[in-house]
């Protein structure tokens, strides 16, 4: 399994961006997938994550409102449209399998938000 994440960069303030993440070695469809995150010093968290369906998506608190994860099976990729962000969501972004389901950890992707 790989995981591949991308879009991440650096971001004023009240700015957005777009995540993807293309998996590969599963089969995409049959899995629920999630995002996560890690800030400098602290434990990876939770941010979103999706059924296998794109039919229910759930959030971290911190995220809800601002953040969407979403999936496009035919693409075999999931996305996270992240607005209204904040200092507080600088952190590497990382995409894996929903409810406890891990795979190897891709790179993940940065993102830094500053003025």
């Known amino acids: 399994v790989q995981l591949v994440e991308s879009g991440g960069g650096l971001v004023q303030p009240g700015g957005s961006l777009r995540l993807s993440c293309v998996p590969s070695g599963f089969t995409f469809s049959c899995f629920g997938m999630s995002w996560l995150r890690q800030a400098p010093g602290k434990e990876r968290e939770l941010v979103a994550s999706i059924t296998r369906d794109g039919g229910s998506t759930d959030y971290a608190d911190s995220v809800k409102g601002r953040f969407t994860i979403s999936r496009d099976n035919g693409l075999k990729t999931v996305y996270l449209q992240m607005n209204s962000l904040k200092p507080e969501d600088t952190a590497v972004y990382y995409c894996?399998?929903?409810?406890?389901?891990?795979?190897?950890w891709g790179q993940g992707t940065q993102v830094t938000v500053s003025s």
């Open positions: 894996n399998g929903r409810n406890g389901v891990r795979w190897r």
